[in-house]
């Protein structure tokens, strides 16, 4: 993974989890990499790895059985909710950076379809 200075290292391996927890690659209930594991993959300090599976369980998507290990939330509504709050926040990112450009709503518009029509 490429790191981008703009962020801690944390939140881009936080949202990358988040990712695979969304599009399915980590599935509800699925047992997570240990900590050492992970760092190990990130190529991040373990304190960092730690750190980053305190976020997702503070956020309810991933809880931690003691002994066996750290798992994906079940609860497929919190996946759901976090889902749309990203996509909400992506939205009005977008939506922000486009008003600085002064694109128009129909512009706006027709550039998502051709988007969309070129993705299908």
Do not use: W
């Not at 991040?44 to 369980?57: C, D, G, S």
């Not at 809880?63 to 609860?75: A, I, Q, S, Y």
Request: hydrophobic share 30%; aromatic share 8%.
């Amino acid at each position: 993974m490429q790191y981008k200075p703009s962020l801690p290292i944390y939140q881009q391996v936080e949202m990358d989890i988040i990712k695979d927890m969304l599009n399915g690659t980590l599935s509800p209930g699925a047992k997570m990499p240990s900590g050492r594991e992970l760092a190990l993959a990130y190529k991040i300090n373990p304190n960092t790895a730690q750190r980053v599976y305190q976020e997702l369980e503070h956020k309810g998507l991933c809880f931690t059985k003691r002994g066996m290990g750290t798992f994906v939330t079940e609860e497929e509504e919190r996946l759901k909710m976090e889902r749309d709050n990203l996509a909400r926040e992506y939205s009005r990112e977008y939506l922000q950076r486009m008003k600085g450009l002064s694109v128009s709503k129909e512009q706006l518009r027709e550039y998502l379809e051709e988007e969309l029509d070129a993705s299908s």
